[in-house]
């Protein structure tokens, strides 16, 4: 009994394969570039073994998913493993899928429907559903939604003020993302801390390559800081998160640019690799940060002045000061910088940092950071595992309990 996670991009898929019912994955691979001729990739067995997996070059998301299948099934390692569900990884389910769900004729139309809200996402893992379903027949396959967390947000906190029938006629509204992961993350931070599952006010900070942050209440997002795309919010690896809205059109006016082009440079060009000038990846910045980098320095500064701003809104939608903050993704996890200049902008909601616990990432006292008896918020570091949180999910629409 096994279950396949699986997450299409459009050049790449992610997979991991967890026996039912434990933590750990049995395995976790990628092949990506796919489209180009160096189409390729590995996977890694939980005793630490890397394996090559080979594909064709040309070969699409049914052929990559067959290459890798091929790889695991000839490996003696995974000689019992039946898989026995597959969960896929699905961005963007808009309002209509608010919840996990079996996947079937209608639910796959549902997704390619979508597309025009998430066009480099939802046809890919469209894709990787149907190659799955080719490859796999029989066995279930349950769509996990990255926005599905977010529906419990009201409206008054979902819409843009802008005019009614945008929303009706084009589905403009804020929906959110790394739902899983924000979910997956508030339930582990009110089961570590022990705290009171129907009234813990928690903020999670997801900090990864792509950054959002969320307000949880009683296990409910009530807000988040991304927007109908990604690019909302926080200030990212590459992304801008928020600007002026007039921004686009000020830069058409003034350098040229189209609009294709402005959009590309939000996303692709700015947020740390923009404002340092030298690296999206914050382990370069923070050395180059010690250094004394101009660039460096300037994009870590925003970027933590952004986060604690926006935290500190999304505690209007907490009604009150956070029970805990959680820090999770590459960043969170990892970087006592960020953590340490962030939490110095919460002090007046009485966040009150352990030096010597965030300079270990938690790791001696089961995550947390926040120094001991202090009456403000609890801070931890509490890890994400959206692969994890993905297979339990499939695992739970594929066979309810008690069947
Ligand atoms: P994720 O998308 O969650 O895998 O996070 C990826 C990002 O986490 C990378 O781009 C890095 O910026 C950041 N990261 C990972 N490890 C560290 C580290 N040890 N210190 C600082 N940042 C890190």
Redesign the pocket.
Known sequence: MAILVINCGSSSVKFAVFEQGSAEALVTGIVDQIGSANVGGSYKLNDGTKQKITCQVGADHTAVLAAILDALKADEALQNVAITAVGHRVVHGGEKFAEPVLIDADVLAGIRELSSLAPLHNPANADGIEAASTLFPGVPQVAVFDTAFHQTIPPHVFRYAVPDALYHEHNVRRYGFHGTSHDYVSAETIRKYDLDPVRAKVLVAHL??GCSATAVVGGRSCDTTMGITPLEGLMM?TRSGNVDPNLHSYLAENTGMSLDEITEMLNKKSGFAGLSGIS????EL?VAYEEGHGGARLAVEVFCFRLARELAGLTVSLDGVPDAIAFT???GE??KLVREKTVRYLKFLGCELDVARNEVNGGDSNGVISVEGSKGPLIAVVATNEELAIAEATAEVAQPEGN
């Open positions: 990864g390559n690896g999206n990846d914050l382990r923070a993704g590459g960043i990892n970087s």
